[in-house]
């Protein structure tokens, strides 16, 4: 089996199953995407609507129709997925590429109260927006899992018989890794990629999958603890019990926003809401206490091997 | 002209969103299409630049190489880390295959024990962020596994015919190692062979047994496209 690495979108992105010209193709359109919708690149179309505030804007279709989908979660989860935190995560210090971050000068009190004052207009013939004073846009919990699944969904539309697309643990699989193989995801362990917790086995159909962790983009000022999962209930990073989140479902753009929602949300109310709402949405999740929970559905989407029912941590690291 | 009182439940965001234009939207949410997204790309404020780093040629090699290998588990301390590689008769760094993730990922700078020998042939030091996810092994069970070599070099080139070193180093307990050196002719026929193991120093074969029965096949003619290989693919928090 052929597989393709590239790192756009400050990500790995490995491909399996394709052609060498089709890989290319997807890396070349997350490559667009990155310098379309980073925060960090100043001359991004994403910066170029963080400077506009207050003003109408026009922006490309693209743009358009990403910041459709993200308004459609952001109503869709009760604001708990929210594409207006761009400027909370300025504040807390992410506001480069997370390797470079000027960590000990990160900030922790949250932001005045501003939603219900707020109006944000998209008039979406004109392609045009007007972002509120004070607000920033950040397609940081969306566009890698949007970039995936259009790539996949095209993909399957041409005829692909097989493929699988990973972004850093977000990822489409589509029939299998042959016509007998299943495609087998390692969930990895929260505080090391080298450690699998267990596998999940998909045969036929289409399928995604994100994990969403509190542990890989954290840091510290010196006193407090961040990452880069804010509630924004609190405009602090989420203090919910969960520190590792895995969603699948039939799409992975649901999969990569509802683990960043279980996350923020915690154990208790967080699986609750989700099986209310999104029956069609298994998950798995470890809490603070090493715990891994699985959802009773998770069976109908695939076969799943290994998990224990609580892993230690900090693993040894000296294996 | 839409409406939505944004059901916001905290402090942050907009409380009102208006969306006019809705009919209009649905035709501009096409399925996704690489000449369509170049399009939208490039006539948006800010045009998409292309990357050539992100070619990938469709290369015609010689064929592939299997090799296959036991692996146990060695309940202790620095240990359990492997490297396959390959060099050619003269000894120069032909390719990694696969290395362990610790290591490869750069657990080396905390644990300068880690797979010396593999690290000072390929110069990882220097590795690019491509090339390390491209090698990263995930901790395997133990038992039999294949890693393939698809005869191409470490810039996705086919090499040429001839004999070729494979290499597998282990970390069998800290400094405790074994390496696995054997020799295979790649060309038109067919070929096989099987590693000699050799223990540094002599006695880190009382520390415990990480790999055995490590031999090559060379199928000519085959591509890596029709093999299964050990899933590499996983799912982690980002």
């Known amino acids: 089996m052929l597989e393709f690495h590239s790192r756009h979108m400050n990500t790995n992105i490995s491909i399996s199953g394709l052609n060498a010209p089709d890989a290319s193709r997807v890396f070349k359109w997350m490559s667009s995407l990155e310098h379309q919708f980073s925060r960090f690149l100043p001359c991004s179309e994403l910066s170029h609507v963080n400077r506009s505030v207050g003003n109408i804007t026009h922006v490309s279709r693209q743009f358009a129709e990403l910041l459709y989908e993200a308004l459609r979660f952001y109503q869709e989860t009760d604001g708990i997925f929210n594409p207006f935190l761009g400027n909370i995560m300025r504040k807390i210090g992410y506001d480069r590429s997370f390797e470079q971050m000027d960590k000990r000068n990160a900030h922790r009190e949250p932001l005045p109260l501003t939603a219900d004052q707020t109006t944000f207009t998209f008039d979406l013939e004109q392609c045009s927006i007007t972002l509120p004073c004070g607000s920033a846009l950040d397609f940081g919990g969306i566009a890698k899992g949007w970039a995936v699944q259009k790539a996949a969904v095209n993909l399957i539309g041409q005829g692909r018989p097989y493929g699988l697309i990973n972004a850093g643990g977000d990822l489409m699989c589509w029939n299998g890794a042959t016509p007998t193989e299943p495609w087998v995801i390692n969930v990895t362990h929260p505080y090391s990629d080298d450690q699998t917790i267990g596998k999940l086995i998909f045969h036929s159909g289409q399928w995604g999958a994100a994990t969403s962790s509190k542990i890989k983009r954290s840091w510290s000022d010196g006193r407090h603890r961040f990452h880069h999962l804010i509630d924004p209930r609190t405009a602090l990073p989420s203090e919910s019990d969960i520190i590792q989140a895995t969603v699948i479902g039939p799409a992975l753009l649901p999969c990569e926003i509802y683990a960043k929602c279980l996350m923020i949300m915690g154990s208790r109310e967080g699986s609750k809401w989700l099986e209310a709402r999104h029956p069609d949405l298994a998950y798995l999740f470890i809490d603070k206490d090493g715990h891994v929970i699985v959802s009773s559905n998770l069976k109908n989407l695939c076969s799943y091997k290994n998990f224990p029912g609580k892993i230690s941590f900090p693993p040894n690291k000296e294996r | ?238």
């Open chain 2, 1 to 238: 002209m839409k409406k939505i009182l944004a059901p916001v439940v905290g402090t942050l965001g907009a409380g009102v969103i208006i969306l006019s234009g809705m009919s209009h939207f649905a035709h501009a949410d096409n399925p996704f299409s690489l000449s369509q997204s170049s399009s939208n790309a490039s006539s948006s404020s800010t045009p998409a630049q292309t990357n050539s780093a992100v070619h990938i040629p469709d290369v015609k090699t010689l064929g592939l190489v299997a090799i296959n290998y036991r692996l146990f588990h060695l309940d202790q301390l620095a240990s359990n880390q492997i490297a396959f590689w390959i060099e050619d008769e003269k000894g120069h760094y032909v390719k990694t295959l696969r290395a362990s993730s610790f290591t490869a990922g750069g657990g080396y700078k905390m644990r300068s024990e880690a797979l010396p020998e593999w690290r000072k042939a390929s110069n990882w030091a220097h590795a690019s962020k491509s090339e390390i996810n491209q090698v990263k092994l995930p901790e395997q069970a133990a038992g039999n596994h294949t890693v393939y070599w698809d005869c191409t070099d470490a810039a996705g080139k086919a090499v040429k015919p001839g004999k070729y070193v494979f290499k597998v180093e282990g970390n069998i307990y800290w400094q405790n190692r074994v390496v696995y050196t054997g020799k295979i002719t790649i060309g038109k026929n067919n070929a096989e062979s099987t590693a000699q193991a050799s223990y540094k120093p002599a006695a880190a074969k009382s520390h415990g047994k990480l790999l055995e029965n490590v031999r090559a096949e060379f199928d000519s003619g085959k591509r890596i496209a029709s093999v299964k290989q050990d899933s590499t693919t996983s799912t982690q928090g980002s």
